[in-house]
């Protein structure tokens, strides 16, 4: 609007100025027409500009009674907090004073009991941690919550101090009971199921002569990864199934001694540290083992040929040569050479057993000085500050060592013996060929 007027009082002395050109108008009619018109502009300016002041004005005096307001406001919540404070300052103080005279009672009642109570804190706590582990704690499930407000308790009451010599109590008896209970189990799976377990004490428990541990978290027991060995669990068998007494094994450490068998190796995976060496002591040892095998089924049936005269055997070969050979010479020699054919078809195999017996510690040899390198590249890389870094080689070189002598061992006895029933069958062949000469 106000660009609107300014306009306006521009382009009305032009036209004034137009119309001076166009006709002749006197100077002072002139002058006066543009006083008219300047005045005129200046009062219609000034109308618009008191209007805007006007309402700058009337914002204003509203925002000065707002501010007025929200400060009338502060000051009574000033007002307010102070007198609150004023209050909570005296509540503080009076409070300050009553806490002081219980602390003086407190003291006056505590007196030489006082490490009577902290004896008895001491031991609410001690068993709370050992509860927490242990195989009772699905038979006193509220035990935790009472030890826990024992433990907090500064002055204790005759209750409460009752309360923990009865739970001290239970544990003694139940450390040497032999007891049937149900209870929640979990498998190797994850499964959860519930059924009766056996708790040996305050040491072992056991499900279907299987140890379990305890595991707070879930409520429950749990079945351990790797069982202990074979006449172990035996006995926990033989013990739980018979009525008359039978030993049974627990583990004194409460669960320790079980959980070390969770890092035992088994035979398998001790032979895998052995490494490659190891497998090629197995694979050489497998085969030698094999072969001894079928070498002794093939001298049992030569032999049981031997034995049988309906079969044709050497031993009917000979008395054949013998009868086509015209002198004693000829047929000496028919007969040595039936005997050295048959020894050498009998000693066939042998001598490579012998070889596999020898080789296999040589191997574990091999696999022992290997170990030992890794050892030392272990000791040179790590130190000797960590026993675990050097596990793995000396692991191999034991390993190594007792795969090869396990290999060992029974191949020289499978040759001794394949050797003695070598001789053996030639021994008899010979003899035989001897009887046929002394008939001739």
């Given at each position: 609007?106000?660009?609107?007027?300014?306009?306006?009082?521009?382009?009305?002395?032009?036209?004034?100025?137009?119309?001076?050109?166009?006709?002749?108008?006197?100077?002072?009619?002139?002058?006066?027409?543009?006083?008219?018109?300047?005045?005129?502009?200046?009062?219609?300016?000034?109308?618009?500009?008191?209007?805007?002041?006007?309402?700058?004005?009337?914002?204003?005096?509203?925002?000065?009674?707002?501010?007025?307001?929200?400060?009338?406001?502060?000051?009574?919540?000033?007002?307010?907090?102070?007198?609150?404070?004023?209050?909570?300052?005296?509540?503080?103080?009076?409070?300050?004073?009553?806490?002081?005279?219980?602390?003086?009672?407190?003291?006056?009642?505590?007196?030489?009991?006082?490490?009577?109570?902290?004896?008895?804190?001491?031991?609410?706590?001690?068993?709370?941690?050992?509860?927490?582990?242990a195989y009772t704690f699905t038979e006193f499930p509220e035990r935790g919550d009472k030890?826990?407000?024992?433990?907090?308790?500064?002055?204790?009451?005759?209750?409460?101090?009752?309360?923990?010599?009865?739970?001290?109590?239970?544990?003694?008896?139940?450390?040497?009971?032999?007891?049937?209970?149900?209870?929640?189990?979990?498998?190797?799976?994850?499964?959860?199921?519930?059924?009766?377990?056996?708790?040996?004490?305050?040491?072992?428990?056991?499900?279907?002569?299987?140890?379990?541990?305890?595991?707070?978290?879930?409520?429950?027991?749990?079945?351990?990864?790797?069982?202990?060995?074979?006449?172990?669990?035996?006995?926990?068998?033989?013990?739980?199934?018979?009525?008359?007494?039978?030993?049974?094994?627990?583990?004194?450490?409460?669960?320790?001694?079980?959980?070390?068998?969770?890092?035992?190796?088994?035979?398998?995976?001790?032979?895998?540290?052995?490494?490659?060496?190891?497998?090629?002591?197995?694979?050489?040892?497998?085969?030698?083992?094999?072969?001894?095998?079928?070498?002794?089924?093939?001298?049992?049936?030569?032999?049981?040929?031997?034995?049988?005269?309906?079969?044709?055997?050497?031993?009917?070969?000979?008395?054949?040569?013998?009868?086509?050979?015209?002198?004693y010479q000829s047929k000496e020699n028919i007969i040595d050479e039936l005997i050295s054919?048959?020894?050498?078809?009998?000693?066939?195999?042998?001598?490579?057993?012998?070889?596999?017996?020898?080789?296999?510690?040589?191997?574990?040899?091999?696999?022992?000085?290997?170990?030992?390198?890794?050892?030392?590249?272990?000791?040179?890389?790590?130190?000797?500050?960590?026993?675990?870094?050097?596990?793995?080689?000396?692991?191999?070189?034991?390993?190594?060592?007792?795969?090869?002598?396990?290999?060992?061992?029974?191949?020289?006895?499978?040759?001794?013996?394949?050797?003695?029933?070598?001789?053996?069958?030639?021994?008899?062949?010979?003899?035989?060929?001897?009887?046929?000469?002394?008939?001739?």
């Amino acid at each position: 609007m106000i660009k609107l007027y300014l306009l306006i009082s521009i382009l009305l002395p032009l036209s004034l100025f137009a119309q001076e050109n166009e006709e002749e108008i006197p100077i002072e009619e002139q002058r006066n027409n543009a006083i008219k018109a300047l005045l005129q502009t200046v009062e219609i300016n000034k109308s618009i500009y008191v209007a805007d002041d006007q309402k700058r004005i009337n914002k204003f005096l509203d925002l000065i009674d707002e501010r007025e307001g929200m400060l009338a406001k502060a000051k009574n919540d000033l007002r307010l907090e102070n007198e609150r404070n004023a209050r909570l300052e005296k509540e503080f103080e009076e409070n300050e004073k009553v806490l002081a005279e219980l602390e003086e009672r407190l003291q006056i009642k505590i007196g030489v009991l006082g490490e009577l109570f902290g004896v008895a804190r001491q031991f609410a706590g001690e068993l709370l941690s050992s509860s927490e582990s242990a195989y009772t704690f699905t038979e006193f499930p509220e035990r935790g919550d009472k030890l826990k407000e024992i433990g907090k308790i500064q002055v204790h009451s005759i209750e409460e101090l009752e309360v923990l010599w009865l739970e001290y109590f239970n544990e003694i008896v139940a450390s040497g009971e032999v007891k049937e209970f149900k209870s929640k189990i979990i498998n190797s799976k994850g499964d959860s199921f519930e059924d009766n377990i056996v708790r040996y004490g305050l040491f072992s428990a056991s499900y279907k002569s299987e140890f379990i541990k305890p595991i707070n978290e879930l409520n429950g027991f749990e079945l351990l990864q790797r069982q202990p060995e074979k006449s172990i669990l035996r006995n926990l068998k033989r013990h739980q199934r018979s009525d008359e007494y039978k030993t049974a094994s627990i583990d004194p450490t409460r669960g320790f001694l079980l959980s070390l068998y969770l890092d035992k190796a088994g035979w398998i995976e001790r032979i895998a540290q052995g490494k490659s060496v190891g497998f090629i002591i197995i694979l050489i040892g497998i085969i030698g083992v094999a072969f001894s095998s079928y070498k002794i089924y093939f001298l049992n049936e030569s032999k049981k040929i031997l034995e049988d005269s309906n079969q044709t055997n050497v031993i009917q070969d000979m008395i054949d040569n013998i009868k086509k050979a015209k002198s004693y010479q000829s047929k000496e020699n028919i007969i040595d050479e039936l005997i050295s054919n048959y020894s050498s078809k009998l000693d066939w195999g042998v001598s490579w057993i012998k070889f596999v017996a020898a080789v296999a510690p040589l191997l574990g040899l091999l696999g022992t000085v290997i170990g030992m390198i890794e050892t030392f590249q272990a000791i040179t890389l790590f130190g000797t500050g960590d026993p675990k870094q050097m596990a793995g080689g000396i692991s191999q070189a034991l390993i190594t060592t007792m795969l090869g002598l396990m290999v060992a061992a029974p191949l020289l006895g499978f040759y001794t013996y394949i050797s003695d029933r070598v001789n053996t069958l030639v021994q008899i062949v010979e003899e035989k060929g001897s009887y046929l000469l002394s008939k001739e």
